[in-house]
């Protein structure tokens, strides 16, 4: 078992997983509080979500503390649980009817490209990203690695 936890410590293709997930799950919770929770919220509405408010902060933070977790790599098979389903929820209800490629070139006008609405091929490469992350490890740099490494009385494991 301590050989599997080591080759899962030096993984180092999680870092930028890790790096790249958390920090898109982190922008776009920084996005939706820098444009007001209310606009978010009145888009929930117009999904016909049931209690929208509560659901744009759950959302917010979800994707604000989910994100920061996986940067640190800090409880990511937890904090992944409610971010699968964050991903899982605008899947269905945004970007489905959308059909799967996230680049939808509509013209190019003087202004430069004009792009149409996203499908869910990026959320599908998120679930991929934090799948990868909960079956093969945080990898190294990461807070799971510490804890695992320093037992309750603050003591180095000797194991």
Known sequence: MDRILQSREKAWWALPLRLIIGYGFMEHGWAKLARGPEHFTAILAALHMP???????????T?????FAVLAGAFIP????????????????VHLPNGFSSIKLQAITPDGARFGQPGY???????????????????????????RRWNISGRPNSA
């Not at 091929?121 to 804890?147: C, I, K, N, R």
């Open 51 to 61: 209690v929208p408010g509560l659901l744009a902060w759950a959302t917010i933070l």
């Open 63 to 67: 994707e604000l503390f989910g994100g």
């Open 78 to 93: 937890v904090a992944s649980i409610p971010m699968a389903i964050v991903l899982a929820v605008a899947i269905i209800t």
């Open 121 to 147: 091929e990026t959320d599908l490469l998120y679930l991929a990203g934090l799948a990868a992350l909960v079956l093969g490890g945080s990898g190294p740099l990461a807070f799971d690695g510490f804890l």
